[in-house]
């Protein structure tokens, strides 16, 4: 069934950003519009350069027989500066602040548009790494790790505290808590990993990083690699020493006074590793 252009280019583009770095062939969307593949490399040429102007990312070309465009979702230095700055504002109420130090962040894990930009963040920041699997740890890193996953095009697996029968056979460790010093346990499902896999680890909060040093221990004993890690927000504690040294994090809290219920809220470490977006001649 053959439909005008301007019906192609909006559901090219819907099926492109709902599937990020699938690789699509001409031939699938000649056949889906019954339209020549001459239209529609013109109609991707038009997406591409919406996608690069509008900082929402590109479109890559595959030469071939077996090639085609994958959508790689990009974010705008412009946008995640605007987002952080938000997210800055947000923290820094005082009405947020827990014992010890920590923050309520429910209402923004929980809300999926915030959830969304932060998981695009993320993925940009990541892109140009080899990627099979993104890790967190329950409950509060879930969302953020989906909305990331998302992006990448890769499963999500996650790191409890005890076993479910529904997940079969476990690997189990022990760890360190770096802000509490106690022994905890932790335990994945033997199927989440495969050996060898390179995996992003993505977390909510971290502190002086024990849970994720934890999590670089469980995927020792499945023989996978730690490509990257991912935290929304890092606490700067100069009286705990940080386990976990090369990390990416959005917001960084420089002072909490529990008792003034002051907090300040700066710049993570994002922009020391973020990339302008690829715009190819």
């Avoid at 998981?119 to 329950?138: C, E, N, P």
């Avoid at 990390?247 to 960084?252: E, N």
């Avoid at 710049?267 to 973020?274: D, I, L, R, S, T």
């Amino acid at each position: 069934m053959k439909i005008r252009r301007s019906g192609r280019l909006v559901d090219m583009t819907s099926y492109l950003l709902d599937h990020p770095r699938h690789l699509v062939s001409l031939s699938f969307f000649a056949d889906r519009y019954g339209a020549a593949k001459s239209s529609i490399s013109e109609d991707l040429g038009i997406i591409k350069q919406t996608f690069e102007t509008q900082g929402m990312g590109t479109l890559h070309t595959v030469p071939g027989a077996a090639g085609g465009v994958k959508f790689i979702p990009h974010a705008s230095e412009e946008e995640a500066h605007k987002f952080i700055d938000n997210l800055r504002e947000q923290l820094a109420k005082s009405d947020r602040l827990l014992p010890g130090g920590y923050l309520y962040l429910n209402d923004i894990l929980g809300d999926p548009r915030i959830v969304n930009k932060i998981g695009r963040l993320f993925a940009s920041v990541f892109t140009d790494r080899k990627i099979d699997v993104v890790m967190t740890v329950a409950t509060k890193g879930i969302s953020i790790a989906y909305a990331v996953a998302s992006y990448l095009d890769v499963p999500v697996v996650i790191v409890r505290r005890d076993s479910k029968v529904t997940e079969g056979s476990t690997v189990s460790i022990n760890y360190v808590s770096g802000s509490t010093k106690r022994i905890q346990n932790m335990v994945l499902a033997r199927r989440s990993v495969e050996e060898g896999s390179n995996v992003l680890i993505i977390d909510d909060f971290m502190k002086a990083g024990g849970t994720i040093n934890g999590m670089i221990s469980m995927l020792e004993e499945f023989k996978a690699t730690v490509a990257g890690i991912g935290v929304l927000v890092e606490a700067e504690d100069n009286s705990e020493e940080r386990l976990v040294d090369e990390y990416i994090s959005l917001v960084r809290l420089s002072e909490v006074n529990v008792k003034e219920k002051h907090i300040e809220v700066e710049e993570g470490n994002y922009f020391k590793y973020a990339k302008p977006l690829k715009i190819e001649e």
